[in-house]
């Protein structure tokens, strides 16, 4: 099994946070793991993402052209990353921010309302975790139980109290992502 996956959204929406933390989590589990990020000098709005490819096997290069799955989080990004999604792959975007719909019809495209549900739960930092959650329910390649000792490799200790926080917004995402 290798997933080659691109993050890709604005700074301070947490997407390099999500993909150290998937990268983390596949290193918990014993496989090879790659972690690439990728912003402007203005990051915080400015544009971000990270490539991060986990598999059972040895990985022969980071970069990539194109992706078995993309989690797309604002409409610049889609514009960029939509088209490099390979074919039979998968296409994850939250609804808040994108305009134009996904027009491809070779992949699976899911949507995750995660900016809704974490402004409805007010948990507005936990936006990230929410999308991971939804992009686990679809491709399971770590374990929860990973993730959370990933939360803890990634933050420091004094957010540790914020981990039960992060994982409930796991579960959010897992429950309300749906396939288009």
């Known amino acids: 099994m290798t997933q080659e996956i ?12 999500m993909g150290k933390i998937l990268a983390c989590s596949g290193l918990m589990e014993n ?12 990051q915080r709005g400015g544009t971000a993402n990270v490539t991060v490819i986990i598999s059972d096997e040895r990985i ?3 970069i990539l052209n ?20 390979k074919s039979g792959g998968i296409l994850i975007y939250d609804g808040y921010g994108i305009h134009n719909p996904v027009a491809r019809r070779d992949i699976d495209v899911y949507r995750i309302d995660a900016m ?3 402004t409805e739960m007010n948990m ?10 939804g992009l686990l329910k679809v491709v399971p390649m770590v374990s929860l139980e990973s993730v959370v000792k990933g939360l803890k490799k990634t933050l420091p200790e004094r957010h ?4 039960p926080l992060n ?11 749906r396939k288009e």
Request: glycine share 10%; net charge negative; no cysteine.
């Open 124 to 133: 507005q930092k936990t936006f990230n975790m929410i999308v991971l959650g």
């Open 6 to 17: 691109i993050i890709a959204g604005f700074g301070g929406q947490g997407v390099l946070s």
């Open 160 to 163: 540790y109290n914020l981990i």
């Open 116 to 118: 809704d549900a974490a």
């Open 167 to 177: 994982e409930a917004a796991i579960r959010k995402g897992m429950e309300i992502i």
């Open 31 to 42: 496989k090879e793991v790659t972690w690439m990020p990728s912003y402007g000098p203005e």
């Open 66 to 85: 194109e992706y078995d799955i993309a989690v797309i989080l604002n409409q610049p990004s889609m514009d960029k990353f939509e088209s490099k999604v």
């Open 60 to 62: 022969s290069s980071p």
